[in-house]
């Protein structure tokens, strides 16, 4: 009716068989496989049959955990069935870590999947992204910042009654007004390539020093894993990461930058360390 009304282009969700052949037969304009479904390949493989050479936009969403390999092969099992209108909608990943976010970006499996399908348009999905309504916009231009083709917005004339996921929705007013202030980045970077490459330079040489910093680092690791070994001492010390954490958010607050991100940084490097020390350890 909302079709036939106002000529509105409609889309829903498939998550089965049926429900493909019941959109194709009410002529919706555009599907999309939806995050529990794209985990699972015998799920994604029905779907992709039941829309075997449908010329209509099948969008897909990442998987709810972090795992790049099916969400790429949720696309090529869509292709293999000659469905080559295809898009793919990036709406977070499960954690059970506590941030501010309902499903955390992992903005760095987006862009590696953009990195390996440049032609297949990417969008966002801040909504699912936030669970709630105040980051929508940062998120979407975030997006944006880094050539994101499109998004998909949950919208709602009244959200604090809508029946699923009101915390996340917003009023059609507010999300016009939402999408006329996001600013859309050129990706051309035609005349400017002289002041990005010495940029680039300075940055791929600190990334070198990082790197050496690291090992150095890791061989110190080595060390304390030896002396641990040698005098039967559990390799996680709880104090220690207390110490490591509380050093880390110091300095956060000091350079001015982002605690979460710098958490993210020196628990990675604790882990690693960690790991080096059991190859110590179980080492005869």
Known sequence: KVKEEFGFKTATEVANAHHVFAALEADVDILWIGARSTVNPFTVQEIAQALRETN????????????????????????????????????????????????IPNWQIALDFKNQFPNIPLFIDPSHICGNRTGLAGVAQEAFNVGYQGAIIESHCDPDNAWSDAAQQITPEVLAEMISNLQVRNSDISGYEDEMGKHRTLISDMDFQLIELLSQRMKISEKIGTLKKENNIAIFQPERWKVITEYATQKAFETGMSQEFIEKVFKAIHEESIEVQNHIMIDK
């Open 56 to 103: 209509k936009p099948v969008l897909v969403k990442n998987p709810v955990n972090p795992d790049l390999a099916l969400w790429i092969g949720a696309l090529e099992r869509l292709l293999g069935q000659g469905v080559e209108n295809i898009g793919a909608i990036h709406r977070g990943f499960s954690t059970y870590q506590k941030t501010k976010y309902r499903n």
